[in-house]
């Protein structure tokens, strides 16, 4: 049965880490990991792939281009000499 369009190797590669998240947050257990990981790397569509977070919170994505940054230019020195 086909549950939408084939899963690419990067997206079930997505759900592990998200799946590595919640584990580490406490939201599954070490069966319910495992149990979700042996199904995310035999999953053959988007579908099926979605079924195994649909019951987890979204995390939160953290655009890394809005974080400041140290302006270039000179180095602070801290000693003089």
Known sequence: MEQGPRASDAERER????LQRHFADGRL???EF???L???LSA???GELYEL???LPELPVVDVTSL???PAGRR???WRG
């Open 15 to 18: 759900v592990v880490a998200a």
């Open 29 to 31: 257990t070490s069966d």
């Open 34 to 36: 495992s149990e979700r």
């Open 38 to 40: 042996e199904r995310v």
């Open 44 to 46: 053959r569509t988007l």
């Open 53 to 55: 977070t649909a019951d």
């Open 68 to 70: 400041p940054m140290r």
């Open 76 to 78: 602070r020195r801290w």
